[in-house]
Structure formats: structure tokens, C-alpha cells
């Protein structure tokens, strides 16, 4: 089935396909030298504009979680000042009722004041009035005790001629 062939034949065949072997290998790391020394400047750039793209994509990951951490603290400063908007409406009107309740005690006070004066100028007319009419009432009473002890007596015959205004009092002293 084989042929015989020389043995040197058979070495020669193999002396070849080995020297082969070895030319392919040689060109082939000096080939690749010397392509690596001549790369594509396009691989350069896509290499770049990958690199670029992955940083990019780290810091929008990390933008967008500073993006919800912003507005989670946005919704509770918007919720917080909503309720410190709340609570100032609620002090405000507080404070506008609470004015207001002042205002009328303030003027419910003046004219309080206003009365309790006009009383008090009352009231001490009222004793001027009531010392005068105190004053004519002793007057009066002395007068009738002394016309009853006999010591002032009229004279009643004049007193029937004239209308009896001027009536003039007599003294007479009592005799003891």
C-alpha cells in the first residue's frame, strides 16, 4: 500500500515541510510587528470613543442616582414647605381673629370707659344734688325748729297784704 519511497526522500519531505513551518512562523510574528507598528488609526479612535462611552456611562449612572437622591430631597422640601406654609396660614388667621377680638375689646373697652365716666359725672352731679337738697332739708328743719321753739316768728299781718314773698322774720329771744 505505500510506496516505497527512499528514506530520503522521506526526510527531505519533512526537512521541507518543517523549514516551511519555520519561514511561516518567522514572517508571521515579523508581519504582525510590523502591523501592529501600522494600525488602522479608525481602530485607535473606536477604541477611544468606547472607553470614552463607558466612562460617560459610569457618570450618567452616577448622575442619574444624584438626579433621584435631588429629587427625593426636592419632594420633601416641597412637602416641608407646604406644611410650613400650612401651619403660617393657620397662625396668620390666628393671629388675624385674635386681632380682630382685640380690636373689639379695645373698643368695647372705650366705650365701657366712656359710660362708667358719664356715670361717675352722673353720680357726683346726683351728690351735689343730694348735699344741696341735704343742705335746704337742714335749713328747712331749723328753721321749723326754731319756729317751734318760738324763737323766729313772722309777722302774719303783713304776710295776708303782701303775697307772702317777702316775709320778714322776727327775732325774739326766749326767755329762759
Do not use: C
Not at 343730694?130 to 321753739?149: F, G, K, N
Not at 303782701?162 to 320778714?168: A, E, F
Amino acid at each position: 500500500m505505500f510506496v516505497e519511497l527512499s528514506q530520503n526522500l522521506i526526510l527531505i519531505t519533512a526537512g521541507a515541510f518543517l523549514l516551511g513551518w519555520l519561514l511561516s512562523s518567522i514572517s508571521s510574528s515579523l508581519g504582525s510587528k510590523y502591523k501592529a507598528k501600522k494600525r488602522d488609526v479608525r481602530d485607535d479612535r473606536i477604541r477611544s470613543l468606547e472607553a470614552d462611552l463607558r466612562v460617560a456611562k459610569t457618570d450618567a449612572d452616577k448622575s442619574q442616582s444624584n438626579l433621584d437622591k435631588l429629587e427625593e430631597e426636592l419632594k420633601e422640601t416641597r412637602d416641608g414647605i407646604e406644611r410650613r406654609d400650612n401651619v403660617i396660614t393657620e397662625q396668620q388667621s390666628k393671629f388675624d381673629r385674635v386681632s380682630r377680638d382685640l380690636k373689639e375689646s379695645v373698643m368695647k373697652t372705650r366705650e365701657l370707659r366712656a359710660e362708667l365716666a358719664e356715670r361717675a359725672t352722673e353720680n357726683v352731679h346726683a351728690e351735689a344734688k343730694i348735699r344741696e337738697v341735704e343742705t335746704e332739708l337742714s335749713v328747712a328743719q331749723a328753721s321749723q325748729d326754731m319756729l317751734a321753739t318760738g324763737v323766729l316768728e313772722y309777722d302774719t299781718d303783713e304776710a295776708d297784704d303782701q303775697s307772702g314773698d317777702d316775709l320778714q322774720p322776727k327775732s325774739s329771744r326766749a326767755t329762759t
